[in-house]
């Protein structure tokens, strides 16, 4: 017995039948291939699920999918902008700000919604703000690093 | 040659995981694709009287039910074998589904295989197991009193192996004379090696061709090699193993679990592909666990301060079963290193690993000498208590000197190189140690209630463990070689075929700046691949901080033989005399006479033509090389951290974290600095966070990230890195290893501030992890709370 649901994913409309308890990370995972966004706990604490609805970085490991009808979604695949990296993106890769890059969907998609609040974090204010992603390798320095370099470009 | 190693290249990994076009193997999916959810046992050690399947089998979706039953009744091995032998190791049978009897919370008794992800989850719910509860033991050391529960039959007293190392004569004489006896009675926390990805498997079967199966490996010919010995009944040719993207291994996707060997199986049987992903609390409940020593150890000093003796004795938990390099991590990772910077005439180390009701433990980032190294900076620390030295002082008195390479250690190793004092000095002038004494003074005698703690240590590292022939004569039932294929194309670009296997370590980018470098082709006409037991030569791949040191050098190794076979045919084009000839700037040239000369492209293009080679040289231009290191590599290094304890809340704050370590040569600067900075986390966590925390009946209480606390961003300063090279004197690229030397220091540069910071209260120790309530107990025991 499915739920019809109608949304757009990275500028792209959808419209789709979907189990009611199906977890919106699944849906985006299984139904529409975006594999980019990962799952690490299913309990929204390591952040690896990270994306933006209606602008909003929320979890999408304990959102259902029926919660986003009607909602406009980014993951990390809809990010760059015709072909150009994010300058998050960017920043990421140019600072070393990943190394396995299992966090790093997640981890961008935390920080986007962090400079579109504040386009000049300190680095206590990027610190605090990602304190919802967790990640194994890179002790968070180079992420720090990134996102302050992704704020500085862009400012 | 070039100037590329040593360059901070950005990573190639990149572009495809900032876009979120790496795949990990959750991420893929084949045609007809099932899912398995594997019913796990809810006590610690129990008898299973009965297994009922018959309402998960009638569930909607599933395909599938089997017990362990259904395994042993098949032609599978059916186990998980132990890679790594002890003189006397009690090896009991680890079936990779239980069928008698559970021995850990999260023991494998069914697995159910279903359409849907969530389908089969709901069906491993219906399985009914009847369960005959029985006492557990728990404790690394407890496991041992008389009356404690056996976990298994053939290991009386729960003892797995009891090993020792070293000349107790000697050093119960050294007691004898000792001006000073630091000692200590520790707990090494058991810890989750905790990758964000959780481990997954995706096994497909094909009669014809064979398994093929994707997961999160860190050695995928390890696992092709075990899976084939022990856990299903295929031959080694007809399994190819594929490690896709991987999300962090930290030592937990080294081992052999029975999850993947139970999604091959299944698929077997099935003929469709079956994919296995762990939950979160799965992963806390059956990664296997590092670390959870108990420890006496006791340290013998004269007048001056200089050790004349070191003895210990650790309980090391095995857990539940013997995992696959188990018995090696608590005795030749560890017991090998007592010695760790410093000159040391005596030492005698006894281990016992013992069997728990526990998740097994086995090698976590660091493995062993993380262990090491916090037993004897604690104890370098309590020996500056003893003697009334500075904790750098006592140190430094005992530091093997600069002039002493190659040093002999009492504990087998011989340390190749090592300049300590340098890597001390330029780590207390970074901090400023002076400084921070005087002010750590001035807020004593203010009587500040946020107390300044200054914590040193100086570490040693043995990795890229080796020669393989020496570490078989240590038991392990594997070589730590490492192989690399160099494939020149016509067109002179290459790929490497490398046995290492990368998990976030960036080897597509430092493999291809050795070749860059060396043969002085542009980094993108070099490819790297890695991790697929189909395309790559038999390798032993990526742990232990072993691929640069044994990976790389077998990259240098087979480039030097294309040089070789190169300047062949360049000789034979030039018709000069091979010896005559140098190789420089990507082309061959006559020394003196550099306008005669033929490009590296010519050359391999004429190795691939074969119209003008000399005779008996063969066509083709691809050189394979099995590189078997003369010895382990030595990293080492300085730690400080500066850390701010508030004496009414017990709450830690690290003000500053600084580094500097010595990794020999750098491929690649950022690489190695990126893999410090997660290094020093790691071990941070373990020492003011996590644990894994078994109550009395061996239940997990830590199986969610709401009970494991990992570290955060805002937890975590920003480090202060610098370094020594010191190169490694035996391999071609005079390279160490980095990538564990941040988690052998920190645990034990953290602890020392924070026992430092609390010693006007007479806090001499405290275990890990050094959490605000157990700091206020220890300053506040002689008041009313």
Known sequence: MGVRINLEVNGESYEREVEPRQLLVYFLREELGLTGTNVGCETSLCGACTILVDGQAIKACTQLAVQADGSSITTIEGLATNGDYHPLQQAFWDCHGLQCGFCTPGMIMAAADLLQRDSSPSETEVRQALKGNLCRCTGYHNIVRSVMTAAEGGS | ?785
């Open chain 2, 1 to 785: 040659m070039g100037s590329v190693i040593g360059t901070s290249v950005k990573r190639r990994e990149d572009p495809d995981l900032i876009t979120g076009k790496g795949k990990f193997t959750d991420d893929l999916a084949l045609p007809g694709m099932l899912h398995a959810s594997i019913v796990r046992s809810p006590h610690a050690h129990a008898r299973i009287r009965s297994v009922d399947t018959s309402r998960a089998a009638a569930a909607a979706g599933v395909v599938a039910v089997y017990t362990g039953q259904d395994i042993a009744d098949s032609e599978a091995g059916g186990v998980v074998p132990v890679g790594w032998l002890l003189p006397n190791l009690k090896t009991p049978a680890h079936p990779i589904l239980a069928v008698d009897t559970v021995r850990y919370v999260g023991d494998g008794i069914a697995v159910v295989v279903a359409e849907g992800r969530y389908q089969a989850r709901d069906a491993a719910e219906l399985v009914a197991v009847d369960y005959e509860p029985l006492d557990a033991a728990v404790d690394a050391k407890g496991a041992t009193a008389e009356g404690q529960p056996q976990v298994h039959e053939e290991a009386p007293g729960n003892v797995a192996f009891d090993w020792d190392l070293g000349d107790k004569t000697a050093v119960d004489a050294a007691f004898e004379g000792a001006a000073h006896v630091a000692s200590i009675d520790l707990r090494n926390s058991r810890i989750v090696p905790f990758a964000i990805e959780p481990r997954a498997a995706l096994a497909s079967y094909d009669p014809e061709k064979g398994l093929t199966l994707r997961m999160t490996s860190q050695n995928p010919h390890v696992h092709r090699l075990l899976m084939s010995l022990a856990s299903i009944d295929l031959p080694e040719h007809k399994i190819r193993v594929i490690a896709p993207e991987v999300g962090g291994g930290f030592g937990s996707k080294i081992h052999h679990y029975p999850d993947e060997a139970i999604a091959s199986w299944c698929a077997m049987r099935i003929g469709r592909p079956v994919k296995w992903t762990a939950t979160r609390s799965e992963t806390n409940m059956t990664d296997a666990h590092g670390r959870d020593h108990v420890t006496h150890a006791e340290m013998a000093l004269d007048g001056d301060g200089k050790i004349l003796g070191f003895r210990v004795e650790t309980y090391a938990a095995m857990g539940a079963y013997l995992s696959t390099f188990a018995p090696c991590v608590p005795t030749y990772l560890h017991g090998t290193l007592m010695s760790g910077q410093y000159d040391m005439p005596a030492i005698h180390i006894r281990v016992i690993g013992t069997f728990t009701n526990t998740a097994p433990v086995d090698a976590v980032r660091g493995a062993g000498r993380p262990e090491a190294t916090f037993l004897i900076e604690r104890l370098m620390d309590l020996a500056a208590l003893e003697t009334g030295l500075d904790p750098t002082e006592v140190r430094r008195r005992n530091f093997v000197p600069a002039d002493a390479f190659p040093y002999q250690t009492q504990v087998a190793l011989a340390y190749d190189s090592g300049d300590y004092e340098t890597a001390l000095d330029k780590a207390l002038d970074k901090a400023g140690y002076a400084e921070l004494r005087a002010e750590q003074q001035k807020r004593r005698d203010a009587g500040d209630s946020k107390l300044l703690g200054i914590g040193v240590c100086a570490y040693i590292e043995a990795c890229g463990i080796a020669p393989s022939a020496v570490v078989g004569a240590l038991g392990a039932q594997a070589g730590l070689y490492e192989s690399a294929k160099v494939r020149v194309h016509p067109t002179g670009t290459v790929t490497v075929f490398s046995g290492s296997s990368a998990h976030g370590q960036g080897h597509l980018t430092t493999f291809a700046q050795i070749v860059s470098d060396r043969l002085g082709v542009p980094l993108e006409n070099v490819d790297v691949v890695e991790g697929d037991t189909g395309e790559i030569p038999f390798g032993m791949g990526t742990y232990g901080s072993r691929s640069a040191a044994v990976g790389g050098s077998a990259i240098a190794k087979s480039l030097d033989k294309i040089i070789a076979k190169g300047a062949k045919i360049a000789a034979h084009l030039l018709e000069a005399s091979e010896s005559d000839l140098e190789f420089a700037d990507n082309a061959w040239s006559v020394k003196g006479s550099p306008d005669k000369s033929v490009a590296w492209g010519d050359v391999c293009l004429q190795a691939y033509l074969a119209h003008n080679i000399p005779e008996g040289i063969e066509p083709g231009l691809e050189e394979t090389t099995f590189y078997d290191p003369a010895n382990f590599t030595y990293p080492f290094g300085t730690h400080i951290g500066v850390v701010e304890v508030d004496s009414e809340t017990g709450e830690v704050e690290i003000l500053r974290y600084i580094a500097v370590d010595d990794c020999g040569e750098q491929i690649n600067p950022m690489i190695v600095e990126g893999q410090v900075h997660g290094g020093i986390a790691y071990g941070v966590g373990q020492a003011l966070w996590e644990e894994a925390v078994y109550d009395d009946h061996g239940q997990l209480l830590t199986s969610t990230l709401l009970d494991y606390a990992l570290p955060k961003a805002h937890q975590l300063p920003s480090f202060e890195l610098d370094h020594t090279i010191t190169p490694c004197p035996h391999n071609p690229l005079g390279v160490k290893g980095i990538g564990e030397a941040g988690t052998i220091a920190s645990p034990a540069t953290i602890t020392n501030a924070v026992i430092d910071a609390l010693a006007p209260y007479g806090v001499r120790h405290l275990d890990m992890p050094l959490e605000p309530e157990k700091l206020w107990r220890a300053m506040h025991s002689g008041e009313d709370a």
